[in-house]
């Protein structure tokens, strides 16, 4: 039988409905902590695959999550390309991209020998994980790297980025360029190594209007499904913050789209065409609320998955909040794994 996850990722029935959840590997989880405090810190662990791998295990042992996803970060990569990154917690750059020499100076990725560590967890989890359980490879998209390469940091409005972009169009392109070039490669490497699907996460792309989204990323995006798709993995695009450009997104060759929490499933269907399978979108706050509010929630997220047209994937809207109780988690996903599966008709 196949994996409820790939199922509705293809489009086809699942057995359930398939959950899994932004961030499900981290701080919520005393387990995290303690592998944390035993390696030293986020990036110690990222680099050492037996760790990577037992922390990527503890969602799925402790709550039989559907898929597993690569603990890992967006940011990784970039060590491999030149990039000094440290995290506090957030990803750090103490000597951000400021010039079209700096752009020019980013090396192309190798990913066996920029980041073997990456590879090396993927094929162990491949050997651990069960069949019914595939592994999520994931990068960033070019924005949204493009946003902490500038920046050197996270902010909410990435003002410095942003003012690059509209100041150094020709050193953007390159770098967008060169950033597309890499994740497709590193994404292929992590397929190759024993992942089953790939998703570009696009957590700053909501600053962007839809006419720069077009010009810019949406071609950039293109580029690496085009890369990806011989593999015949699922491709997975989340836009963070994207409902107004879901319009835009229609047409891009993904198989599952992640959507937030603040647009209705619905509507992010109707505005992509029902092309794709969604991915997503409880709010992750609803997490805090007592246990009947948590699953009247999730009853609406559900309702909502059902009249997609092509298939749901349940998620949060977004990264799950380290202040979660995990037992609210559990909750969740004993729910969902209960409730009645869409009908193959649903939609049609
Ligand atoms: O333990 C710690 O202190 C580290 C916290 C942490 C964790 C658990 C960071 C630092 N990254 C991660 C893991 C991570 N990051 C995963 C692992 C898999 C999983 O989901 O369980 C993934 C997929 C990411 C991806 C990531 N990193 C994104 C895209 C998704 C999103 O949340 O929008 C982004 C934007 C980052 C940057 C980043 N890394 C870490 C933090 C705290 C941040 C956000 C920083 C900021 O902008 O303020």
Redesign the pocket.
């Known amino acids: 039988m196949t994996a409820p996850f790939l199922a509705a990722a293809r489009g086809e029935t699942p057995s359930h409905t398939p959950i899994w959840?932004?961030?499900?590997?981290?701080?919520y989880l005393p387990e995290?902590?303690e592998t944390?405090k035993q390696a030293g810190?986020?990036q110690e662990?990222?680099h050492t695959p037996d760790l990577a791998t037992e922390?990527?295990l503890q969602?799925i042992r402790r709550f039989g999550m559907d898929a597993a996803?690569?603990?890992?970060?967006?940011?990784t990569p970039l060590e491999g390309m030149g990039i000094d990154l440290r995290?506090a917690?957030?990803?750090v750059i103490d000597n951000p991209i400021r010039s079209v020499a700096d752009v020019e100076r980013l090396r192309p990725l190798e990913p066996e020998e920029g980041v073997p560590f990456v590879l090396e967890t993927c094929r162990n989890l491949s050997r651990e994980l069960p069949e019914s359980v595939p592994l999520i490879g994931?990068a960033?998209a070019p924005f949204?790297l493009l946003?902490?390469l500038i920046e050197g940091?996270?902010?909410k409005s990435f003002v410095q980025a942003r003012s690059f972009l509209r100041s150094e169009l020709d050193a953007t392109r390159l770098l967008l360029d060169k950033l597309a070039h890499a994740q497709a490669l590193y994404l292929e490497a992590q397929a190759r190594a024993g992942a089953r699907a790939l998703?570009i996460?696009d957590?700053?792309v909501g600053l962007l209007d839809a006419p720069t989204f077009r010009a810019l990323e949406r071609p950039a995006i293109a580029r690496i499904l085009e890369h990806l798709r011989p593999l015949g993995v699922p491709l997975m695009y989340?836009p963070?913050q994207g409902g107004h450009l879901h319009a835009e997104v229609a047409g891009l060759d993904a198989d599952v789209i992640g959507v937030d929490w603040r647009i209705p499933l619905e509507d992010a269907d109707e505005a992509m065409g029902g092309e794709f399978t969604l991915q997503g979108n409880l709010d992750p706050s609803i997490l805090m609320a007592p246990p009947e509010a948590l699953l009247t929630a999730a009853d609406s997220v559900l309702d909502a998955g059902r009249s997609l047209k092509r298939g749901h994937v349940f998620n949060l809207g977004?990264?799950?909040d380290?202040s979660t109780d995990p037992d609210q988690v559990a909750r969740l996903v004993d729910h969902v794994h209960a409730a009645p599966v869409r009908s193959s008709e649903a939609g049609a």
């Open positions: 959840i932004m961030r499900q590997a981290g701080r995290y902590r944390r810190g986020f662990m990222t922390v990527t969602p996803i690569l603990f890992s970060d967006i940011m995290f917690p957030g990803p994931f960033g949204t946003c902490y940091h996270g902010t998703m996460f957590s700053w989340f963070n977004h990264g799950i380290k």
